[in-house]
């Protein structure tokens, strides 16, 4: 889902890069209002998780492959400003030193992976709660870890489709299927790494409040 440099055109790019710096701005004034001393090491952790789970790719139908996004984990976890500011730092490191996503395009692809994959996981996943109940932590991660990654290879699609790069009737239904069955292998593991969290160390799991 890394959009590569050239795949936009100049108003697309530019104006999801200034949304993003506005939506980082906003998290960074947010994540800060209630921050203690292990807010900082908790961020570290989680990203470096995510980091690494990222590296790894599950197989998908026709010889394609997709890896975890951890949008959703971040966000439950840290907050969704928090959550937001692992992800994009996580994809500005892929950019620069990896060459995983360009640079022109680095706003759209936080602005995809971090703000609807993170921020938009985050409220499904509040919903998912409201609708299945606490009793099944499981079912509203997987949910809200399936419907962040399909939101944003959708968001994606029409990223692409506007700048005129590949026709909407074309990049829309391949985008969304492919990452409709990428989204089973992020569900899965969101709920599953959840799940261990409450069970071995339930207190890095947030209450009824809601972090940064």
């Not at 005129?164 to 009737?169: A, D, E, M």
Request: with cysteine; hydrophobic share 60%; aromatic share 6%.
């Amino acid at each position: 889902m890394h959009i590569p440099d050239g795949f936009l055109d100049a108003k697309t790019w530019a104006s999801l890069g200034a949304a993003s710096a506005v939506a980082i701005g906003v998290a960074i004034r947010r994540s800060g209002a209630n921050a203690d001393e292990r807010t900082v090491p908790m961020m570290g952790v989680v990203a470096a998780f995510i980091f690494a789970a990222q590296m790894l790719n599950f197989p998908i139908a026709g010889g394609t492959s997709g890896h975890f996004l951890g949008g959703v984990l971040a966000a439950v976890l840290l907050g969704p400003a928090r959550g937001l500011l692992v992800m994009a730092t996580i994809l500005i490191v892929q950019a620069l030193l990896f060459g995983d996503g360009g640079i022109t395009v680095l706003g759209a692809n936080i602005s995809n992976m971090g703000l609807i994959g993170s921020v938009g996981g985050f409220l499904i996943y509040r919903a998912a709660q409201r609708l299945f109940g606490r009793k099944h932590p499981a079912l509203p991660a997987f949910v809200a870890g399936w419907a962040s990654v399909v939101l944003a290879a959708i968001a994606c699609a029409f990223e692409l489709a506007f700048s005129g790069t590949v026709p909407l009737s074309v990049v829309l239904p391949a985008m969304a299927g492919i990452h409709a069955l990428i989204g089973l292998g992020e569900g899965a593991i969101t709920a599953g790494a959840l799940v261990l969290i409450a069970r071995v160390q339930p207190g890095l799991l947030p209450a009824e409040g809601v972090r940064g």
